[in-house]
Structures are given as structure tokens and as C-alpha cells.
Nanobody, 125 residues
Framework: QLQFVESGGGSVQPGDSLRLSCAASGFAFSTVFMAWYRRSPGKGRELVARVGSNGGVTNYADSVKGRFTISRDNDRNTVYLQMDSLKPEDTAVYYC??????????????????WGQGTQVTVSS
């Protein structure tokens, strides 16, 4: 069964750093692109960063390029997001998932995208 357990969020000041972790299970982690997404109040979920199956390819949203670094450890089924020089506009709930996001089948047969609980990041002075 799919599971994503995100951790590492918190309340920080502008310019501070945080490192998010996501432990994943229930699928072939080492074979898929993994990504971090975020959703802030009043906005839809956006892809922040993605990393290839062996870690060799990384892509970032323009808004975080040069400040965030995504990485993964396939032995631990874990993906990380190092966030430096944080800004108030980075305030959001951060989620990890595959790219494209994985789906689960509900009891009624519907397929929906599975999301973990996420981890809250708040950047404020």
C-alpha cells in the first residue's frame, strides 16, 4: 500500500534553511522520478522539484532554482529537499510523490492520486 511520510517542516525566519525528508513505501521507489510539491493557501498544488530515478537528473521550479536542492537515497527509499534562503512566499504544506503522482484504487473502484499528510513550512519574520 502506498505511503509517504513527510517530515522536517517548521516555522523559520526569512533567510533560514530547512531540510525536508520523505520516507516512501508501497511501490518500486528506485524506478520512478520523485518530486516535492507544495500547496499554499489560495493556490493549487505546484511541483517544486523533481529528481530522476538514480538521482542524476534534477529539475526545479523557477521560484526555487538556486535555493532548493532535491536528492534521494534509493537504499532508504527516501527523498530529501534542502531549502536554503527561505522566503515568506515559500510558506506552504510540502508533499512528496512520484512524478507523475501515484494513484491508489479506492474501495469503490475509483482511482485517485494518493497524497501523504505533508509537512508545514512557515517562513515569517
Amino acid at each position: 500500500q502506498l505511503q509517504f511520510v513527510e517530515s522536517g517542516g517548521g516555522s523559520v525566519q526569512p533567510g533560514d534553511s530547512l531540510r525536508l525528508s520523505c520516507a516512501a513505501s508501497g511501490f518500486a521507489f528506485s524506478t520512478v522520478f520523485m518530486a516535492w510539491y507544495r500547496r499554499s493557501p489560495g493556490k493549487g498544488r505546484e511541483l517544486v522539484a523533481r529528481v530522476g530515478s538514480n538521482g542524476g537528473v534534477t529539475n526545479y521550479a523557477d521560484s526555487v532554482k538556486g535555493r532548493f536542492t532535491i536528492s534521494r537515497d534509493n537504499d532508504r527509499n527516501t527523498v530529501y529537499l534542502q531549502m536554503d534562503s527561505l522566503k515568506p512566499e515559500d510558506t506552504a504544506v510540502y508533499y512528496c510523490n512520484a512524478d507523475p503522482p501515484l494513484e491508489e484504487v479506492l474501495g469503490n473502484g475509483r482511482q485517485v492520486v494518493y497524497w501523504g499528510q505533508g509537512t508545514q513550512v512557515t517562513v515569517s519574520s
